[in-house]
């Protein structure tokens, strides 16, 4: 079967395999087991719609189970055997990690990820959205800014490898180094600071996602308050950091704990760039050098993965509950 009729045949299957149970949910619910007739019509009603919303529910909780609970409870038993899976050793796993120095400096490399990443491109963003609402060529801008968001974390950073080669006919860092005579150097190999370059592709990436986000937010707040702080003799930074950060600092939480979430799974950029060589390891590249010779540790290391994304998912939440309200 070509790919092409596969996928329609997929796409077909799934809408009207979807649309026939949920008109055969309704109709056994409503016609067999609480039929509105006879002397209980009126409780029968109230029992299928009190159902109704579980059987339509009930699709996407046996997948989120199917493809979710059951991977994380598979993962965190696993996570407590050796390598072959056969022998229970507890914490074995998780000793060895905390006790390993590569381990240790992924984590604080993830750490740094995440403090430097989200405030850089969630301001950045927030900044670039204030200009370009001034412009009158402001959407042409946002286009541009916003494009890198269609490039995926490898092509970006095949397109980064080429900003930081080490050849200044190609890496425009020294293309300029050797135009002032200065001594070529190999950005994604200086220590401690090649993670910071390396952040700068996922700046570049997410700062057009912070910056649409924001520009709606921006443009959501009410002209009256901007006009009575005019009055009052507020000027362009007071009206900026005074008037409208605090009115949609719900917007920008919410921005920034994406971007964090999205920052603790991020693996293909520091795989692309340096494979996690040179000391730019992170919890996701450091894992997958244990995925195809030691289950175990590697099962561990998400283990560990889940619990630090955990409690920013958690704020983003009920900061998104709070918006809703």
């Known amino acids: 079967m070509s790919p092409l009729l596969q996928g329609a045949l997929t796409i077909l299957v799934g809408v009207f395999g979807c649309v026939g149970y949920f008109y055969a949910a309704n109709l056994v619910l409503d016609k067999f087991i ?14 299928a719609n009190a159902v109704r919303p579980w059987l339509f529910l009930f699709p996407a909780i046996f997948a989120l189970s199917l493809y979710l609970v059951y991977p994380v409870i598979g993962s965190l038993i696993r996570s407590l055997h050796n390598r072959a899976g056969d022998e229970f050793i507890g914490l074995g796993n998780y000793a060895f990690l905390f006790s390993d120095p590569t381990f240790l400096t992924a984590l604080f490399n993830n750490a740094l990820w995440a ?13 670039v959205a204030q200009l370009t609402d001034r412009l009158s060529w402001g959407n042409i801008a946002k286009s541009l800014i916003f ?12 397109i980064w490898k080429f900003v930081y080669a080490g050849d200044p006919d190609i890496g425009i860092i020294n293309a300029i180094r050797d135009n002032f005579g200065w001594e070529l150097v190999d950005p994604v190999q200086l220590p401690f600071w090649n993670n910071f370059f390396l952040m700068a592709i996922l700046i570049w990436i997410q700062t057009g996602f912070a910056m649409v986000i924001l520009s709606a937010a921006l443009r959501g707040i009410p002209e009256e308050t ?3 702080a005019i009055i009052d ?29 999205l920052v603790l799974k991020v693996f293909d950029i520091v795989y692309t760039m340096t494979g996690g060589n040179f000391g730019t390891d992170i919890l996701p590249s450091y894992m997958m050098s244990f995925m195809f010779r030691d289950d175990g540790r590697a099962t561990a290391v998400a283990v560990v993965i889940m619990i630090v994304v955990l409690p920013v998912m958690i704020w983003n939440i009920r900061q998104a509950r709070q918006e809703m309200r």
């Open 147 to 158: 494009m890198p968001m269609a490039i995926s974390f490898v092509g970006a950073s095949l």
């Open 226 to 228: 901007v006009e009575a």
């Open 233 to 261: 003799g507020a000027g362009p930074l007071q009206l900026f950091f005074k008037i409208k950060v605090p009115q949609i600092m719900g917007t920008i939480v919410v921005v920034w704990t994406t971007i964090t979430i």
């Open 115 to 127: 403090l430097v990443v989200p405030a850089s491109a969630t301001f950045l963003g927030l900044v």
């Open 34 to 47: 609480f039929p509105a007739k006879g002397p209980h019509t009126g409780r029968n009603i109230n029992r």
